[in-house]
């Protein structure tokens, strides 16, 4: 293509790089996104500037921010580029790379299990399993384009992010709290909740990657004396997460399917039986016959598993509550 496009004749790739740096801000990190040169994507948004006749940033020595027009822009640029990927995927074009799956932790889980089951049903396509430790961080990279899906609780977003995204319930998670072998509620069955009061109890304090299970656990813990513990070295593998809770011998907050620890004793909480609200998280717009395939596998499991009946006395957080009554139906599938 020669010369500048016209408004009408725009090339997807102009808008692409337009919400690239919308989201960074930053000109270097936006062209390190797409890789292409910096020079380049100037270039481009210069292009896409001339072509609409509205100046979309301003630009200093010391950031980029977007105009009233640039603001303006990002919604129909938004709905071009998620029109392109489901044209893509339509005709195969997405089917071509494989599909980035987050599973949060490398040990035993229902997203594990929902991709399992949808490599089985879609042996062709490649499902990559990818391990962000935390949906704040992973959503964020789905909306960038960076990751395909995640897992995790949907309401602990911010809406803005939210509104970019798409779910699908996979579980209500009950959840547990790992004990140091020699505390005195070690011995017990299960723990209720009020006999953790005077505990401070570790819920991703401090991880930014983590912000959503750091809120849940605020609101349950909410008028019960439990405190959160404060920030610990994030650990990655069974070995450093059991090495860094026998030093600091705090209680965890986690689900009931967490992986058995050394040194630790996994019980269920009760009365009531905190529910964690597991969603698969994709960008909304985007298809891929991977995605279907996890659909299926997780409406597979929760179905057989009963994954999505809410047991007796289960509590969720009030947002997750009136996420599932918005719009006058149940977005959990439940009746």
């Known amino acids: 293509m020669t010369g500048n496009p016209r408004a ?13 740096v919308a989201e960074e801000l930053h000109f270097t990190r936006a062209a390190a996104r797409l890789y292409v040169a910096q020079q380049a994507l100037s270039r481009d948004v210069r292009r896409l500037e001339t072509a609409l006749g509205a100046e979309l940033f301003v630009r200093t020595t010391r950031q980029v921010a977007l105009t009233p027009d640039g603001e303006r822009l990002l919604p129909y640029a938004r709905r071009v580029l998620e029109a392109q990927d489901e044209l893509a995927a339509a005709f195969g074009g997405a089917a071509a790379r ?24 879609a042996p062709g396509q490649e499902l990559m399993a990818r391990f962000e430790s935390g949906l704040t961080h992973a959503a964020a990279e789905i909306a ?25 319930p996979v579980r209500f998670e009950p959840l547990a709290v790992l004990l140091p072998e020699d505390h005195a509620l070690a011995g017990a069955d299960a723990v209720p909740l009020d006999a953790l009061a005077g505990e401070r109890v570790y819920a991703g304090a401090g991880n930014p990657r983590t912000l959503e299970w750091t809120d849940y656990a605020r609101r349950l813990f909410a008028d019960r004396g439990i405190s959160l513990a404060p ?53 909304r717009g985007f298809g891929h016959p991977g995605i279907d395939a ?5 409406a597979e499991l929760a179905a057989a598993r009963g994954w999505l009946r809410r047991p007796p006395g289960g509590w969720l957080p009030g947002p997750d509550e009136e996420l599932m009554r918005t719009g006058g139906r149940d977005p959990y599938g439940l009746p």
Do not use: C, Y
Request: glycine residues 6%.
């Open 98 to 121: 494989p599909l980035l799956v987050d599973l949060n932790t490398d040990g035993p889980s229902s997203a594990r299990l929902v991709l399992e089951r949808a490599r089985e049903l």
């Open 294 to 298: 996890l659909r299926t596998a997780a």
């Open 231 to 283: 920030p610990a070295p994030v650990a990655v593998g069974k070995e450093e997460f059991r090495r860094v809770m026998a030093k600091t011998r705090t209680p965890v907050l986690v689900t009931v399917d967490f992986l058995d620890m050394p040194g630790s004793v996994k019980l269920p909480l009760v009365e009531p039986v905190p529910l964690s609200p597991l969603s698969m998280v994709w960008r």
């Open 8 to 20: 009408d004749d725009i090339e997807p790739r102009l808008l692409r790089g337009f919400l690239t």
């Open 144 to 168: 960038a384009g960076r990751l395909d899906v995640s897992f995790g609780r949907f309401a602990g977003l911010d809406p803005a992010l939210r509104a970019r995204l798409d779910h699908q």
